[in-house]
């Protein structure tokens, strides 16, 4: 299957290892992964903030990105980008008089999936232990995000992924429904709400006695991470494409930095900002 890559505004330009992670598992199950060159963000913080105005030529280049490229579908390791596709970019469109634009989008959205999602629903994978190779034995706990549940329905399938790593020691989060707080721009309109919220979510965190938290969308791990480094936690944070990439041969490394083993080179010959599509689909297997 040629899988395209959509890496979302916040993983390219913070945690780019996550979108090389998706690509290393996507590849390890014999997928082609391209990278549609030209897109850029969601336009979900555009919404969020009521700027429909400015939303909709950002909600122009992710469909003329997409359109142009040649795929089966589409991936992002983000539920909150994959369910603003959907939600928002239609709406966006009609809202803007264009509802050829709309319909564009709404194509798009249907064959845009999170990680997890694809993973389960597409690609038939139920145990990444035996199906991917995973292994990671740490003791984790996680975090299901507020869009992955309400928007996109994920239900347990990144937690059913992230249980079925190799030798994991997986313990339950405390009120995982609760939201950590994040919200996107509610963080900077609301920053004393949003803290409270983190600190409740990490007091659940730290509840389990977990080493790392995982999650679905690498805006609420960035949240929860600066909340615990600002606590002096050693608790870090962690994207489960990371984990699902992890392998006895090339294994997360948790002594200092939480990261996969991939070389400044491999970043440079491979970021999405600046990758071909024939550059990215043979990165870092």
């Not at 996550?18 to 690509?23: G, I, S």
């Not at 997409?66 to 089966?72: R, T």
């Not at 991917?132 to 347990?156: A, N, Q």
Request: glycine share 8%; net charge negative.
């Amino acid at each position: 299957m040629r899988i395209a890559l959509f890496s979302t505004c916040i993983v390219d330009a913070m945690y780019p290892k996550v979108a090389l992670a998706t690509v290393r598992v996507l590849e390890r199950l014999g997928h082609e992964v391209v990278f549609p060159p030209g897109q850029g963000c969601c336009s979900q913080m555009h919404v969020n903030s009521g700027y429909f105005d400015d939303a909709l030529p950002v909600v122009r280049n992710h469909v003329k990105a997409f359109s142009a490229a040649s795929y089966d579908v589409a991936v992002a390791p983000s539920g909150s980008c994959v369910a603003s596709l959907g939600h928002q970019q239609p709406m966006i469109a009609r809202a803007g008089g264009d509802e050829h634009l709309a319909q564009q989008a709404q194509d798009i959205a249907d064959n845009t999936y999170e990680l997890a999602q694809l993973l389960t629903d597409v690609l038939g994978v139920t145990d990444a232990a035996s199906q991917l190779g995973s292994w990671f034995p740490e003791k984790v706990t996680y975090h299901p995000s507020c869009h992955g549940m309400r928007l996109l329905r994920l239900g347990d399938r990144q937690k059913n992924l992230v249980q079925s790593v190799g030798d994991i020691d997986f313990v339950e989060l405390p009120d995982p429904e609760e939201c950590c707080g994040f919200g996107g721009t509610f963080s900077f309109k609301n920053p004393d709400v949003s803290a409270a919220m983190a600190d409740e979510k990490i007091g659940n965190i730290e509840k389990t006695g977990a080493d790392l938290c995982t999650g679905g969308d690498s805006s609420c791990l960035m949240h929860l991470g600066g909340a615990l480094a600002r606590r002096k936690s050693p608790i870090r944070t962690v994207h489960l494409a990371e984990i699902l990439a992890s392998t006895k041969e090339n294994p997360l490394l948790v002594d200092g930095p939480v990261e996969l083993s991939i070389t400044e080179n491999d970043l440079a010959k491979t970021s999405p900002s600046t990758a071909s599509p024939s550059t990215i689909e043979g990165a870092n297997r």
